[in-house]
Structures are given as structure tokens and as C-alpha cells.
């Protein structure tokens, strides 16, 4: 596939099994495959996966607009498309829906131990705001929060 033939589209049936998969190549505590059935139909859900025309998945981003916040519980890009900016354009593309829903903040949590997740987060504008200690319970590593103001975003009702 060409890394330029994707397109950022809202999650489904369709695309479950590639989710799953990268899931399972990307984290050290991957998700069942039962709770990626879930979110098809989780409420509140703001689901976007990086996909072609045939359904393959390059990545996707999962997370929740609550109120005023859209909090991301996941974030991934298959290893063999890493590098692209395909995690920086579906992060970027839910921000914007977020903000579109009158979302003000995104929260998102990171390991700290991480580093490429945080520098991509710095690039989309998050700030680190706090920790957790010993927050993960795989590996027993601390999370770190950061924040990004959703207001100004286009779009936005607070733009
Ligand atoms: C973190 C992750 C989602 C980044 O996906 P990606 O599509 O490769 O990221 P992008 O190409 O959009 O990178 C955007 C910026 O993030 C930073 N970045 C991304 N990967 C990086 C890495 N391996 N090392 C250093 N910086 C990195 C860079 O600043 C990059 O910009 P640049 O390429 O101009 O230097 C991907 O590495 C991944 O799936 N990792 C495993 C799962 C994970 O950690 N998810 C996040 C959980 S909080």
C-alpha cells in the first residue's frame, strides 16, 4: 500500500481485525479483542482509524469525548508504517472532531519511558501536566499526563 492512499475515516466492523492485530505488534498489554468489539459500540466514542479503500488499517486512534474533554485511551501505528505522519494526522483529525463536538481539552496518558509517544504529542501541542506513579500495571512504570487545549482549533465552537 501506498502510505499516501490512506485516509483518516471513523472505525468499524470492517476494520476490527487489523485493530486487534496492530494492537497486539504495538503494546505490552494489548486490549482483548472482545473490548475493540465493544467500542464499535461504546458510547461517546470519537474512533478513527488510518485505513485504505479496502479496509487495511495503518493505524488507528481511540479515545472518548466526555463534556468538554477528549481523552485518548489509545493510539497506534502498525511498525511497519512508523515514520509517516500518520499518527500525527489521526491525532490532529480527532482533535479537530473533538473540538467540532465542543470538546475544550484532550487529556491523554503516557508511559514514561516512551519517549516517541511524548515527542509526538509535543508536536500536536500537548504540555505534560502531571504523573502517576507506578500507574501501569504491566511493568509497574509511571504514567505521564499531558494536556492540549482544544480552543482556537478550526472549527472549534471556542475558536
Ligand atoms: C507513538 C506512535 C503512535 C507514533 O506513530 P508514527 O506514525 O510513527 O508517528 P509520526 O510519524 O506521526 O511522528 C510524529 C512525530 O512524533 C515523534 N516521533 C514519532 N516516533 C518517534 C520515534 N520512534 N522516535 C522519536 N520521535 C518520534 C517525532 O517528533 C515525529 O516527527 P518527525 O518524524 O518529524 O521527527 C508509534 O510509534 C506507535 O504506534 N508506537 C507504539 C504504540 C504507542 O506507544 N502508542 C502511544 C501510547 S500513549
Redesign the pocket.
Given at each position: 500500500m501506498n502510505a499516501n492512499a490512506y485516509a483518516v475515516v471513523p472505525y468499524c466492523t470492517d476494520h476490527t481485525e487489523n485493530v486487534w492485530l496492530i494492537d497486539r505488534l504495538?503494546?505490552v498489554d494489548p486490549w482483548l479483542k472482545r473490548t475493540f468489539i465493544g467500542e464499535l459500540e461504546a458510547a461517546c466514542a470519537l474512533n478513527r482509524v488510518a485505513a485504505d479503500a479496502a479496509f487495511r488499517v495503518l493505524?488507528f486512534c481511540f479515545g472518548r469525548t466526555i463534556a468538554d474533554e477528549y481523552t485518548i485511551h489509545r493510539?497506534?501505528?502498525h511498525p511497519a508504517w512508523?515514520?509517516?505522519?500518520?499518527?500525527?494526522v489521526m491525532l490532529r483529525t480527532c482533535m479537530r472532531h473533538a473540538a467540532l463536538q465542543g470538546a475544550r481539552h484532550c487529556h491523554?496518558e503516557?508511559r514514561s519511558g516512551?519517549?516517541?509517544?511524548q515527542?509526538?504529542y509535543h508536536?500536536c501541542g500537548f504540555e505534560r501536566i502531571g504523573i502517576r506513579n507506578g500507574y501501569y500495571c504491566v511493568g509497574g512504570e509511571d504514567a505521564i499526563l499531558m494536556h492540549c487545549t482544544l480552543d482556537g482549533m478550526p472549527g472549534s465552537k471556542n475558536a
Open positions: 504495538c503494546f493505524g493510539l497506534a501505528v512508523q515514520r509517516r505522519r500518520i499518527a500525527q491523554i503516557v516512551n519517549t516517541a509517544a515527542r509526538l508536536a
